[in-house]
Structure formats: C-alpha cells, structure tokens
C-alpha cells in the first residue's frame, strides 16, 4: 500500500498562449481567463479545446473527493519502435508536455455523494492513444469497480490504438472489452463520455460500450478519421459528420451534454438507478482498503 | 505466373526454365530429363532459401497475393459440408463476410471469415474483403447461435481493415466492432481463429477474438496498415517496409510477443502455389484445436480465454 501526494504539473502548452488569444474556431479575441473560466471552451463558439485530464476530473470532484489508483504505471517499449523518434523520446516529451506518466488517469471518487470509479483520459499525452499502459489501467478499474460494485465512468479522448507497440495495443481493445462483458454481467452502471475526439480503437471498445452514452458538443466521435474515409471514397463528406449531433441524430449516443452541466447529468443519472451514496469517509476506506491509492486531484496549475 | 513479386525472380526464372524443357517434343534430340532433375533440385533450394528469410514486408506482399486461397476456399477444401447463412436482421447481408454452418468430421461448427474477391467484379461485390458494420453484426447474431446450440466457432481472418466509408460510419461501425468484442470475450462455446492472410487492425480484431488464435506463417497481424503507418509517422507512404518491420506483424514476431498460440506452416513458396495442401495444414491444425478445446469445461475455458487477454501487456510499474 503506498500513499503519496504528488504534484502534477498540468503545462498550458495547449492552451492558445498570452493574455489575449485569437480563437483556433470562430478567431474571435478571447482571454485566457475567460477560456479557463469555461472549462477550456471558447465563451464565443462553445469550441472545446482539449481539456487535460487533472483538469476534467476537476470539474467534476472537489477537493479530497478523487483517490488516484495506479499512478505509477510507466509505458515502455517492447517492440523498440523507432520513426523519426525513439518511442522512449516520444514518452518523454509526451510526459513533459502532459504533466503525467501516460494517456489516462484512474480512480475513485465521490461525484454528489455517489461513489464512482472513474478514468479521465489526456488526449495531451500522445493524442490520448491507447497502448499497454491506458489498457492495463482502464481494465484494473473497471475490476476494482466490479470488486467494490460501484458504478464506471470513463471519460475518454483519444486518437485510438498506439502504433507505438503494435498488436499490443490492438489488444488492449480486447482486456477493455472483456473486463467490460464481467462487468456488465454484474448488472452495474458504466457511463461512457465520449469527446473530442474519440476515434479508432478507443471507440472500437470500451467507449462504445458504455449502458449510457455521453457525448460532448462538437466532438468528433468515429471510427476513421475523416482524411482516412475522403481519401477512400474521393468525396466530399455529409455536413457535421461523425460530429456528436450528427452521432445523435444517427442514434449512436444517448445525449449531448456540455462541459459545464456534465457533472450535474451525472448526478441525475446516478441518482435515477439508484446507485447507493457513500461518504467521503466510507470512499476513503474503501480506497485504504485497495491499496496503492493516492490523495487527490493534484494542483491543477503550474 | 500471375502476380510474382520481386523477391521471387530467382524462382519463377527456374519455373519458365523447367516449364519451357518440359515443352520440348518427345522427339528432341537430346534427353533434358537429367537437365530438369538437377534444374527442380535447384529451385527447391531457392524456395527453401527464399520463403524462410521472408522479411515482414515480403509477408505483407505474400498476405496479399491476388491467388492467395480465400475464406471460402478454405472452407470448400477443409469442411464436410456448409450451409451460408446471411443478414443481420437489422440492416442488410454484407458480403465482406461470409457465415454459415459447416460439418467437419464429427463436428457441426459456426464457420465466419472475411471474403475477398478474385476478380474486379467480385471484389466490388465482396468491398475488397473490408467489412461494414452489417457483416460484424452479422458474425454476432450467428456467434449467438453457435453459443446457443454449443457449436465451436471457426473465425477466418483476411481483411485489409474495416471499411472507411460514410455509411459504415452513420451506422456505427466502432460500436459494432466493440460489441463483437465484448461478446467474443464470454461467449460459451470455443472459438478458434485463423489468420489467413491479411490481419488488419480492428476490422480483423471484431472477429477474431479466441481461445486459440493461429496464423498461417505468411500473414501477417497488424494494429494499423503498414502504408496507414508509415504516412502518419513517416509522412511517407513508400516507408512501408520499415513500417512492417517496425511494427513487427509477422507470425514469429507475434508468436513471441504471446499475441498468437501457433503458426500454421504453408506449402513452400505460400499457399496459393497449393490450395490443396495449405487447406490440409488447416484441417489439421482446426482438429487439434477443437480436440484441445473440448476437453476443458465451459468455465474454466471461459476463464482461460479471460486470462489469456488480461495478461497481454508490456509496462513498468514503480
Ligand atoms: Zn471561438
């Protein structure tokens, strides 16, 4: 059992630098205050620039109200992958840049009192692609969620499987996906948050499988990509597609809901089935009890 | 003969020697009989040499080879007997993948597999072997039958990837591959898969989760396309061959990495130089498989097969 309290350093590298920012979507002239203020999103278009994974759980747990798991699991590299970069390069300018060890962050919180196992991933740790470690870390929570009979929430964002180890990574669609067939075999409630973007392999797992889908506004959610399928069929695309409206209006997801309300939905949601309320103390114990938890969320600015 | 590639020359140039003595009438003045025994020991020794010291990219080719023996001719060579079942009652029958039930010795078995097309026409029909959401759900209805008459299922892999198109897309084909997954994964009955020539990352995945999965050794298993691969992180489409190696998607590389349980061997120079004999090493790699798996009790092969998966990994933890 090992507690700790790490500081993570969540860099403003995706944020659009300086006081002032022209808005990557609608160029209006926003502060980057205002940007922060709305959770990431511009206060002109609603554009939802990627929102780190410290920073999310954030929105939707207070202060001692998260409990890390798993926090020091590090990828490494079992094909010795070489591209321009060494795959150990890539890691470490992904960690500098996302402020964590890898694409995800797991554990346990109390979202309104309910206690909730929950993943956040980090589309700023090399596009938030799933390889060993984000399918190891996911598939461990979803059994302590089946250990403690509490309900799953994954919030995810993510450009697919990583190329980076190969089949590995393919595989880890199948140990999310089959955690997922025990789980769900349990009669208990996972809530897939799908934003921007969800796309390949994340989407052709555990994301899809969720009891009740979420969907941010605007995300792009898919299989392929949109370059990919244009490519192949040498046209041009349906207006808004594989947007979450367009998902919506396809009968692929079950609401839309914005950064801001999200947690309230939630609540809703947990409190329509009835999921049992914990107290802060009782989650706390029940963590103890796992071990190898650490107090959380860290600080979220530098 | 059609479609040799490069790496072959030294092969095909002794086949048109010996075709072209055999061609010579009865009447010809010199015995070339000695000429083409010594010619066939040679290319012999060029096969062995050639096809095992395949580099994965040369895989990759052999994988694709336009008269590579398909699903169905598997299942015409290697099964008793086959009913095609079609449809998945929701959308439409997608031909990309073929299901059915097939009779092989004793045992009725849930055969499902990718279909490729030998020709133009065929290959419009059959999209090239990619997959829409229809022919996964397809496989899940079916796969749902097999678990509820206890049939083994026999999954053949060969597809470049799942389609990328609009209406794939509109009707939910991550969705579709995810729930295959999910499915596969506690599905009481044993299910076996045979990788037969192109793996293609998830569009190949939504089938092919098993208890035994096997490759025949010129396949190849790849979480993206060699050529997808090399254009993201190479920016370069022609950087295919490092990619191949690079993501390391042949049998033995996949063997050792525990992604696959066996290779299934290919009559020299890849199965499409014969069907006859590749379908036999099939036959008998399925029957062993089976006659392994009906052995072990429901829930401990449900257990293993968790395990098998929970296991695949590679990290550092503090
Ligand atoms: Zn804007």
Request: with cysteine; glycine share 8%; aromatic share 6%.
């Amino acid at each position: 059992m090992r507690f700790f309290s790490k500081h993570i350093k969540v860099r403003k590298r995706d944020i659009p630098a300086g006081l002032w920012t022209k808005c990557k979507s609608c160029s209006a002239m926003v502060t980057q205050s205002a940007l922060e203020s709305n959770i990431m999103s511009c206060p002109e278009c609603n554009y939802l620039y990627p929102l780190p994974a410290w920073k999310r759980l954030r929105t939707l747990f207070g202060e001692g109200e998260f409990f890390e798991i798993d926090s020091r699991m590090h990828p490494n590299d079992p094909l010795k992958f070489v591209d321009s970069m060494p795959y150990p390069l890539r890691q470490q300018s992904a960690e500098k840049r996302a402020g964590i060890p890898e694409a995800v962050v797991t554990g346990i919180g109390s979202l309104g009192g309910f206690a909730v196992a929950c993943a956040a991933m980090d589309f700023t740790y090399m596009g938030g692609s799933m390889g060993s470690v984000v399918g190891e870390k996911i598939t461990r929570l979803i059994e302590l969620a089946i250990e403690k009979r509490i309900p799953l929430i994954i919030i995810s964002a993510s450009g697919g499987a990583r190329m980076q180890e190969g089949a590995l990574s393919l595989m880890q669609l199948v140990k999310t996906s089959a955690a997922l067939a025990r789980f769900n075999r349990k009669r208990l409630l996972y809530i897939s948050v799908l934003t921007n973007p969800t796309t390949g392999g994340t989407t052709a797992s555990f994301a899809s499988l969720g009891d009740i889908t979420i969907a941010e506004p605007g995300a792009l959610i898919c299989f392929a990509g949109p370059r990919v399928i244009k490519q192949t069929i040498q046209q041009d695309l349906p207006e808004g597609f594989q947007k979450s409206e367009f998902l919506l209006a396809h009968g692929m997801v079950d609401l839309i809901v914005g950064r801001k309300e999200l947690k309230a939905k939630l609540i809703e949601i947990l409190t329509l089935l009835e999921t049992p309320k914990f107290t802060n103390e009782t989650i706390r114990g029940v963590v103890a009890q796992n071990g190898g938890v650490n107090f959380g969320p860290g600080p979220l600015e530098a | 003969m059609n479609g040799g590639f490069d790496f072959e020359k030294p092969i095909l140039e002794l086949e048109a020697k010996i075709e072209g003595l055999k061609k010579l009438p009865e009447s010809h003045a010199v015995d070339v009989s000695d000429e083409i025994k010594s010619l066939e020991v040679k290319l012999d020794l060029a096969r062995k040499e050639i096809y095992s010291n395949l580099t994965p990219w040369q895989c990759v080719q052999i994988a694709r080879h336009p008269q590579r023996p398909y699903t169905l001719d598997y299942i015409r060579l290697v099964m008793d007997s086959f009913v095609e079942l079609a449809g998945d009652r929701l959308f439409a029958n997608d031909p990309a993948i073929v299901a059915g039930l097939a009779r092989m010795g004793a045992r009725t078995l849930m055969v499902i597999g990718h279909q490729k097309g030998r020709d133009t026409r065929e290959n419009l029909h059959r999209n090239f072997g990619s997959a829409h959401p229809e022919g996964y759900r397809k496989a899940h209805r079916l796969m749902k039958m097999a678990e509820k008459f206890r049939l083994p299922v026999v999954s053949f892999i060969d597809t470049p990837g799942a389609y990328p198109g609009v209406g794939a897309e509109e009707r939910g084909q991550a969705e579709a591959i995810a729930y295959n997954l999910r499915t596969m994964a506690e599905l009481e009955t044993p299910i076996i898969v045979i990788i037969i020539g192109e793996g293609g990352s998830g569009g190949a995945l939504g089938i092919a989760v098993g208890d035994e999965v096997m490759m025949l050794a010129h396949s190849y298993y790849s979480v993206i396309s060699p050529e997808g691969c090399a254009a993201i992180l190479w920016k370069d489409h022609s950087k295919a061959p490092e990619a191949a190696s690079t993501l390391r998607i042949a049998p033995k590389e996949l063997l050792a990495l525990g992604i696959i349980d066996r290779i299934v061997p290919e009559p020299l120079g890849g199965a499409h130089r014969n069907y006859e004999r590749a379908a036999r090493e099939v036959k008998k790699a399925l029957a062993d498989s089976l006659d392994r798996l009906a052995d072990i009790p429901m829930k401990e092969l449900m257990e293993k097969r968790y395990t098998k998966y929970r296991r695949i990994g590679s990290f550092e933890e503090e």
